[in-house]
């Protein structure tokens, strides 16, 4: 079972990213993906969650701005990442083996991780 996140990089404020993680070991559709983020200094906090049954959900500081989706067919759980603010910049993970729970989804539930990827937003 293994997560591959990538498509991190240097953006400008209001700039746009798109992450990708890429699955392999297990069937997709049948398992909860989410991203978490980790600043310096600052814990890992939940930024999306999308279920089995594509329910979404989505941290305060990203609703209106990042998009979460998946491709079951290609293994991949994309997060679209819009109008994109200085306090962006993370290291951004993707999770799986845990649930959303309605959105309160903590990254200590989740079992399997990716290697992350980093996001700097800065003019």
């Known amino acids: 079972v293994q997560l591959q996140a990538s498509g991190g990089g240097l953006a400008q404020p209001g700039g746009s990213l798109r992450l990708s993680c890429a699955v392999s070991?297990?069937?997709?559709?049948?398992?909860?993906i989410a991203w978490f983020r980790q600043a310096p200094g600052k814990e890992r906090e939940g930024v999306s969650c999308?279920?089995?049954?594509?329910?979404?959900y989505y941290a305060d500081s990203v609703k209106g701005r990042f998009t979460i989706s998946r491709d079951n067919m290609k293994s991949t759980v994309y997060l679209q990442m819009n109008s994109l603010k200085s306090e962006d910049t993370a290291v951004y993970y993707c999770?799986?083996?845990?649930?959303?729970?309605?959105?309160?989804?903590?990254?200590?539930?989740?079992?399997?991780w990716g290697q992350g990827t980093l996001v700097t937003v800065s003019s």
């Open positions: 070991g297990f069937t997709l559709t049948y398992y909860t």
């Open positions: 999770a799986t083996h845990g649930g959303c729970y309605g959105g309160t989804y903590k990254h200590q539930e989740f079992a399997t």
């Open positions: 999308i279920s089995t049954d594509d329910s979404t």
